[in-house]
């Protein structure tokens, strides 16, 4: 059981266990703003539902700019889960194929393991391109590896429910959660 937690502002900070959220709305320190009607916390003389979305009571300061490492998972998310040769989603993969990542300059001729230098590509691509550049094997990347902006990167793996996207879209706009090709909803 999750809960997106807010800040004063409506702005989506991240998800948090329910037991979490029922505690800062005991201790006064949130407000629930969406609830699940089944489910609920009990005890002996009460009966709370758990939260789908709480809102601090206080605004919380969030630095905006820091650069995230590369990982696999925000790699992956980035691409639409995607191999960035062939096209094939992780869904299409057979048997022991699977997605990697890939350094469309390779370390061993300068390159690095920047978000610009990096891509998702099934195993079969990327051990067809080898230790070499793509046009040096024919092949062409589907788009430009970039960098993702900062709403992509906190949400790109995060499972939310449909209330907790509206609250996301809400703060971000309509399209804050399209950018990870529909693997949050």
């Known amino acids: 059981m999750q809960c997106l937690a807010l800040n004063a502002s409506y702005e989506p900070l991240t998800i948090v266990p329910a037991r979490r959220a029922v505690r800062l709305v005991l201790d006064r ?3 629930v703003l969406e609830s699940d009607p089944v489910r ?12 789908l979305v709480i809102r601090l009571v206080r605004y919380v300061h969030v630095p905006r700019r820091f650069r995230r ?5 925000f790699l992956f998310a980035r691409d639409g889960y995607c191999c960035q040769y062939c096209g094939r989603h992780r869904r299409q993969l057979r048997g022991r194929q699977f997605l990697t990542r ?17 891509v998702t ?16 094997v024919g092949m ?8 993702p902006d900062y709403v992509h990167l906190v949400w790109a793996v995060r499972r939310v429910t449909p209330v907790q996207s509206k609250y996301i879209r809400l703060f971000y706009g309509e399209d804050a959660l399209s950018l990870v090709g529909g693997e949050l909803d």
């Open 29 to 31: 320190k949130a407000e």
């Open 40 to 51: 609920a916390f009990r005890s002996e003389r009460s009966r709370i539902p758990v939260p």
């Open 69 to 73: 490492q590369v990982t696999n998972t």
């Open 102 to 118: 890939d350094h469309v300059r390779p370390i061993s001729r300068g390159g690095d393991n920047s978000w610009e230098n990096v």
């Open 121 to 136: 590509a099934c195993s079969p691509c990327n051990h067809r391109k080898g230790s070499r550049l793509p046009d040096e």
């Open 140 to 147: 062409m990347l589907r788009s430009d590896p970039r960098e």
